[in-house]
């Protein structure tokens, strides 16, 4: 019989909805939905009717984390809750006496310092398993490339260069992610995931960081409160590793009209790779081969039973996560993104925040230490 695995969602606005609809593809794996907390009357009200219209049991709904917690009802959290919360929650779960599994959403906090006593408090908790939601590895033309530099195919990897080109930054629930204090700043609330992906590529870890960038264009007309947003929207971020090699992030957040919304290649000593979002498609070449040697592939997953925001990318972080929950009662599992994924895209993205504030470059060891 299928194990059956109670999961509880903090924050349902719009990710922990995309949650709930990711859950619900999960129940013939033993998923089951038991709860959600928030202390916003609407998301809670629109996570219900969706609850309710996907066939879940009605949920317990409760205002905070802590009274879920205190249910009983959950094996597993999942945080999705603004970036300024995920320390306080995370905490609060990690130290609670009954053991509950963690998906938390990236960031896994907006501070280097936040991270590392996140890190700290789960590592006396081994058996929580706790999970960071950098999902672009799970994007299917990212995890093809990531196979194709695996295998060896293009060699010692020397160069990454991610491109986001995007729209801006959503309106969320009292407009929380306007400002650097809740985020923890564009290059920790979103390019987390892009510092990831060069951690995976280079095989490598970062030693600093340079970086310039400003907020140009997006919600100069806004404000909240009687503060202007001061979040960037366009930067370029160079990434040394310490093996030798380099990552560069452009991002652009005022470029709708672009047919992907991210381009990576990746070049190493042998070839090239690319892969294309949402276009799903992968190109690998060789040096000696040269142009018309290059091949075009396109990337799927058939694993993938719902795309929803992220290309799919949800549905199979949620499908890895409770293999591993599941797994662990045979103490063989581990999260596939674990807590030091977490907090070094944290850290690279702290470091590139500051290199932007201050001119000059920025080592990891300075953010790491300096907290
Ligand atoms: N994986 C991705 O690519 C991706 C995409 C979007 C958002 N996210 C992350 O998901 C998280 C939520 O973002 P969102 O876009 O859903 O924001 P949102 O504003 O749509 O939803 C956040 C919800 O959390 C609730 N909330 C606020 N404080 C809370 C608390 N203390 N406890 C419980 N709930 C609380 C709010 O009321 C709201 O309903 C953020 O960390 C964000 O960075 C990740």
């Not at 936040?114 to 999970?131: F, G, M, N, S, T």
């Not at 919304?261 to 070049?267: G, K, N, R």
Request: hydrophobic share 40%; with cysteine.
């Amino acid at each position: 019989m299928e194990t059956v695995v109670r999961y509880g969602i903090v924050g349902v606005g719009m990710m922990g909805r995309e949650h709930i609809v990711n859950l619900s593809y999960l129940r013939s794996e033993g998923a089951v939905l038991t709860s959600v907390a928030d202390p916003h009357p609407p998301s809670l009200n629109l996570a219900v009717d969706l609850a309710l219209s996907l066939q879940f049991p009605p949920l317990q709904v409760f205002k905070g984390h802590r009274e879920l917690l205190e249910s009983g009802l959950c094996d597993v959290v999942v945080v999705s809750s603004p970036n300024m919360t995920h320390f306080e929650i995370l905490m609060d779960i990690i130290k609670h006496p009954r053991p509950h599994h963690v998906l938390v959403e990236k960031p896994l906090c907006t501070t280097v310092q936040d991270c590392k006593k996140v890190v700290k408090a789960a590592a006396k908790r081994p058996e929580i398993l706790v999970q960071v939601g950098l999902e672009y590895r799970y994007m299917p033309p990212v995890a093809k490339l990531i196979e194709i530099v695996q295998s060896g195919t293009i060699g010692q990897i020397k160069m990454v260069s991610i491109r986001e080109h995007r729209f801006p930054f959503l309106v969320k629930v009292n407009n929380w992610n306007r400002f650097n204090a809740n985020t923890g700043g564009t290059l920790v609330e979103k390019c987390c995931h892009f510092f990831d992906l060069m951690r995976l590529f280079t095989v490598a870890n970062p030693v600093r960081v340079m970086a310039s960038g400003s907020i140009d264009v997006n919600h100069k007309d806004e404000i909240y409160d009687g503060k202007v947003p001061d979040i960037i929207d366009n930067a370029y971020v160079i990434v040394e590793f310490n093996n030798g090699s380099r990552g560069m992030l452009d991002l652009c957040m005022f470029a709708e009209g672009s047919k992907n919304e991210q381009e990576i290649s990746v070049v190493g000593d042998i070839g090239k790779g690319e892969a294309f979002v949402p276009e799903s498609i992968v190109r690998v070449g060789s040096r000696s081969d040269g142009r018309p040697g290059v091949i075009t592939v396109e990337a799927q997953d058939k694993r993938i039973k719902y795309e929803g925001l992220h290309h799919g990318s949800s549905y199979l972080e949620h499908l890895d996560f409770l293999a591993a929950v599941k797994a662990q009662s045979s103490s063989d599992g581990s999260p596939a993104v674990d807590l030091n994924d977490g907090l070094l895209s944290v850290a690279i993205g702290v470091a590139g925040q500051l290199s932007i504030k201050e001119g000059r470059f920025v080592t990891i060891d300075e953010v790491l230490s300096a907290y």
